[in-house]
């Protein structure tokens, strides 16, 4: 267990190292208790335009039960506050997901941008932070089958017509106490389930009421058995999360850094591109567009590297040919998939071409290294056929 932004996180569970949780989850299925993440609801005639003025993200032609990756973005600069995953409930309802090593601040952030906003606009926003509700990530090839086989409706039964991206309610059996250490089994409240995950692996993320997440997870366990599902912790989201290319707030992303320098361009709805109307949009839209097309371009990027020898680690030193410095290691690890050394890190553009050959100090040693595109391990979400 180690601490983690005020809570106490389980590195590992005792029955699999890091390294075979993390082949376990690619190869069958994971229960992650993402519980520490912050939950927030939205609602109000003026919810869509205040996550319209705060992220870059096309809110506006968000579908309902849809979701977006979108950043939190710092006026003028541009620069992320935090990253997040924002779900349309209703045409006035959104359901979000922030970081918890970021909820201080981005609970100032939030708190001064509505007041604002609504000021401005005179547009009603209630503004909701769900405390006490549960996050479970469940992730992996079996992740489909075991969440179906404890749905309580036949309306619900059908996850092969929900794709990544979009989310539920759904109705679940339920293990409980009964006392004397019997069970029963009910049927849950209502309970969101979105297609998601932090993973590469196809998977859901369930956002459980007070109190129902033990009696969730333990419904789950029973029922998949040792075989197929097991708990797993931050030692192999971490290295999941890294062979899938993802950023971690607070190390790959922060307050300096845009969406354009982070490889997250596409998060920066085409609509957005034109009119703006966000945190930041003149910084971002000159970095958005080439300097041959009269753009400013960006002077650093983020990218992915395969690195001989030991492991770079976050903070690593990026050299070119010369020996000169151009950029930073800002997460690495050995890949249990690959068996290799993987890492992400930012370098100065007309270093970030696939196939670039570079060094990195690793323990006062150089190491040559190659970048990568990412993700280094293909992504396997379930996705719909594009309407012709």
Not at 144 to 157: K, R
Request: net charge neutral; proline share 5%.
């Amino acid at each position: 267990m180690v601490p983690f932004a005020g809570y106490s996180m389980p590195v590992q569970y005792a029955d699999l190292s890091v390294g075979e949780s993390h082949r376990w989850t690619r190869e069958k299925a994971s229960i992650f208790d993402v519980g520490h993440m912050v939950q927030h609801r939205l609602s109000g005639p003026g919810a869509a335009g205040i996550l319209e003025k705060v992220t870059p993200a096309s809110i506006g032609s968000l579908g309902v039960h849809h979701s977006t990756l979108a950043c939190l973005l710092h006026p003028a600069t541009g620069g992320i506050v935090d990253d997040t995953v924002i779900t349309r409930l209703g045409p006035q309802l959104f359901y979000m997901v922030t970081n918890a090593a970021c909820r201080q601040k981005d609970t100032a952030y939030l708190t001064e941008n509505i007041k604002q906003y609504k000021s401005n606009s005179g547009e009603k926003i209630d503004w909701e932070i769900l405390d006490g509700w549960g996050l479970i990530a469940l992730q992996g090839p079996l992740s489909a089958s075991i969440l179906q086989h404890i749905l309580a409706l036949p309306e619900d039964a059908d996850l092969s017509k929900m794709y990544f991206g979009q989310s539920k309610f759904i109705r679940t059996r339920l293990l409980s106490e009964r006392g004397k250490g019997e069970e029963e089994e009910g049927i849950s409240d209502p309970i969101l389930v979105s297609r998601a995950g932090y993973t590469g692996e196809d998977g859901f993320e369930i956002s459980v009421p007070p109190a129902r997440t033990a009696a969730l997870v333990n419904t789950l366990l029973q029922h998949a058995g040792p075989d197929k599902l097991r708990l797993a912790g931050l030692g192999a989201r971490d290295s999941l999360r890294l062979e899938a290319g993802m950023c971690l707030y607070g190390h790959d992303l922060d307050d300096t850094t845009t969406p354009i320098e982070a490889g997250l361009a596409w998060t920066v709805g085409k609509d957005r591109r034109i009119g703006g109307g966000f945190h930041g949009d003149e910084t971002i839209l000159r970095q958005i567009k080439p300097v041959k097309e009269g753009g400013s371009g960006v002077s650093r990027r983020r990218v992915g590297f395969i690195v001989d020898g030991a492991p770079a680690r976050e903070g690593a030193e990026i050299l070119d040919g010369k020996g000169e410095g151009i950029g930073k290691i800002t997460s690495g690890c050995p890949s249990p998939t690959l068996g290799k050394n993987i890492a992400m890190g930012y370098v100065r553009s007309g270093f970030h071409k696939a196939g670039t050959e570079v060094e990195i100090v690793v323990r006062g040693k150089r190491r040559k290294a190659v970048v990568t595109k990412m993700p280094f391990v293909p992504s396997k979400y379930v996705k719909g056929t594009a309407p012709a």
